[in-house]
Each structure stands twice: as C-alpha cells, then as structure tokens.
T-cell receptor, first 109, second 112 residues
Framework: RKEVEQDPGPFNVPEGATVAFNCTYSNSASQSFFWYRQDCRKEPKLLMS???SGNEDGRFTAQLNRASQYISLLIRDSKLSDSATYLC??????????FGKGTTLSVSS | DADVTQTPRNRITKTGKRIMLECSQTKGHDRMYWYRQDPGLGLRLIYY???????NKGEISDGYSVSRQAQAKFSLSLESAIPNQTALYFCATETGGGNEQFFGPGTRLTVL
C-alpha cells in the first residue's frame, strides 16, 4: 500500500462548481498534514495546512479524519485559476514529508 | 530575489557524463531536500539533510550523491548520468518539525 494515496483525476469541472479531493495515508503515526498546489512545470507551493479541527481559507476547506486516516480538500465556487495539480502531503515526526502523486483539476468556462 | 535558487534551470547532457545540480537558499533553514518528479510518479525524495553534518538517503538515492557545503548550499550529483535520470529536479528547504517546505524553481535535466 502506498503511504499517501490520491485519486489522480483529472477532475474537469465548470467555473462555479464545488469539487472535493480525497487522500488517504497509511501511517497512523503521521502528525502533520498539508495540501500543496503545483502549476504545470512549476514548483509546488503550500496551499494550506490541515488541522484536526478542520480549517478554512476563503473558498478552500481542509478536513482531517485521524481515525480513518483520511484528508480532504473542498474547493467552492471554482475559478479558472484553480486549475492545477493538488498534492496531499503528510509527515511523521523526525522524517521527511511524504507527497502523494497529486490530483489534477481543470476548471473550464 | 528568490529565497531558493537552483542552477542550472535546464541542462541537456549525454549518457555517462557527470552532472552537478546546485541549490542555494537565503531562508536560513537547516533542512534541505532533493526530489525528482516524473509524469505519473509524483515527487520522489532522493536525499535530504537536516543540518550541515547530516545526510540521509531518500526513496531513490541510487545513482545520485549529495554534498551539503554550508547551511545555505546543497548540491546533487549524478556521477554517470543515464537516460532514465531524465526528469524535473526540485530542491526544497524547511525550518524543521514537519513544517512548510519551500521549493526552488526546478532543474529540467535531459540525458541523451
């Protein structure tokens, strides 16, 4: 089983749609959780950290379910500029970050 | 100026050549990482360093070596490049404790 698994997509949605991405991780000792965004041929950049209580940043909401070892990212009112690959990332104490392969989103007008 | 820089940005080389990719950072972070990215395979960790005296192998270290010359510099070498090392290579830095990583712009390497 891969350490971090994501549906690769692509997710093709119209502008204004709500889209959700899911991610599962295998190591219950994982302590930190993130969503990164990567535009085509560019470097990944942090989109948001994910906390146990859930957190929201504008149109983006991240949720963590430790019992199910599951992380989600919800994007509301999708914009053309949201088109990118979204990487789920987890970390265990004292080790390097582990990246999922990413989920590709394409938002069309 | 960018906080994390990589040189060169693009490189085409031939099988068997020795190649060095360089990474510099002005963020003052102790931790530095080298990844490669291939279509469909995501980011894979090659080597990482938690401080100047610390070097650790990642998931795919075979065929690669690294040098941490200073806190700000972390170089990746391909001793004898082969075509399946053609990829996009990223350097990243981190303060530690599983916090946010900051990536350089990447080096696109092609081995013919």
């Amino acid at each position: 089983r891969k350490e971090v698994e994501q549906d690769p997509g692509p997710f093709n949605v119209p502008e204004g749609a709500t889209v959700a991405f899911n991610c599962t991780y295998s190591n219950s000792a994982s302590q930190s959780f993130f969503w990164y965004r990567q535009d085509c041929r560019k470097e990944p950049k942090l989109l948001m950290s994910v906390y146990s209580s859930g957190n929201e940043d504008g149109r983006f909401t991240a949720q963590l379910n430790r019992a199910s070892q599951y992380i989600s990212l919800l994007i509301r009112d999708s914009k053309l500029s949201d088109s990118a690959t979204y990487l789920c990332v987890v970390n265990q104490a004292g080790t390097a970050l582990i990246f999922g392969k990413g989920t590709t989103l394409s938002v069309s007008s | 100026d960018a906080d994390v820089t990589q040189t060169p940005r693009n490189r085409i080389t031939k099988t068997g050549k020795r190649i060095m990719l360089e990474c510099s950072q002005t963020k003052g972070h102790d931790r530095m990482y080298w990844y490669r990215q291939d279509p469909g395979l995501g980011l894979r960790l090659i080597y990482y360093s938690f401080d100047v005296k610390d070097i650790n192998k990642g998931e795919i270290s075979d065929g690669y070596s690294v040098s941490r010359q200073a806190q700000a510099k972390f170089s990746l070498s391909l001793e004898s490049a082969i075509p399946n090392q053609t990829a996009l290579y990223f350097c990243a830095t981190e303060t530690g404790g599983g916090n946010e990583q900051f990536f350089g712009p990447g080096t696109r390497l092609t081995v013919l």
